[in-house]
């Protein structure tokens, strides 16, 4: 595993969060402002919102795997029907269906890595296999086109939750809420460091403590936001999309 995927949960959003941990610590310093409160509102405001989110984004990554993999297994079953057909399909007809079974593969890997809501292409390409049906209703026989139609349900029902997961993600409201409160954490958390270590301490050890509170918080925040996008390469926890396609 490269440093560069460990190194992904670094943002123009940490370095924000850093730099203005840093300037507010500093400016509270100087004006020596310092008060004790209960840190319990950290859990409440900001860590029980975090691990709500990222258990909301890690069950649909979950979800997403096991529709990709009855999205497989729907193809891999419809190719493996007809390649079985040796009474009427020819294998021009049988190479036909599966270069379309492979368009819907390559399609659908591509319509969940670009993270689009447009879904009129591959609706397209899937309804290529009523077409094939149709358009050899003769050569096609009535059990091979209900086992057709039976997987292709599958398949219609693993893309269309596909599609949902895609497009729809944990409460966005509630991240909104996350953010704000780690960019205002350190207005309260710093002058409690402060009260707490006093001036008998270095001054950098309250910067740490601070510093790396807040490094860790937008860390989880960072986090959270790469498992909701699960399908565009980008983050250690993404899915592996390549190893779901039909002829990997």
């Known amino acids: 595993m490269s440093l560069n995927q460990y190194l992904s949960i670094l943002n123009y959003r940490t370095f924000f969060v850093l730099l203005s941990s840093f300037a507010i610590t500093f400016a509270l310093h100087y004006w020596n402002v310092d008060f004790s409160i209960d840190l319990t509102m950290l859990s409440i405001a900001i860590i029980f919102p975090l691990v709500f989110t990222i258990r909301g984004s890690f069950r649909r990554r979950e979800k997403a795997m096991e529709h990709l993999s009855q999205f497989r297994s729907a193809l891999k079953t419809l190719h493996n029907y007809v390649y079985c057909d040796d009474k009427l399909l020819t294998e021009d007809h049988k190479n036909e269906m599966f270069q379309i079974l492979v368009s819907i593969s390559e399609k659908t890997i591509s319509h969940l890595k670009e993270n689009t809501t447009e879904t009129k292409a591959l609706d397209q390409i899937v309804h290529q296999v009523q077409d094939f049906v149709i358009r050899y209703n003769t ?110």
């Open 139 to 248: 050569l096609v026989s009535g059990k091979l086109r209900d086992r057709i139609f039976r997987f292709m349900s599958d398949l219609h029902e693993s893309l269309e939750n596909l599609h949902a997961i895609n497009t729809h993600r944990t409460p966005i409201s509630l991240k909104a809420y996350c953010k704000i409160f780690i960019y205002l954490f350190p207005l309260v958390y710093a002058p409690t460091i402060l009260h707490t270590v006093g001036t008998s301490a270095p001054l950098f050890v309250t910067f740490f403590i601070v510093l790396l509170t807040q490094f860790i918080l937008v860390s989880l925040y960072n986090i959270q936001d790469q498992l909701e996008y699960p399908f565009d390469d980008y983050g250690l926890d993404d899915i592996n999309l390549e190893i779901f396609k039909i002829d990997r």
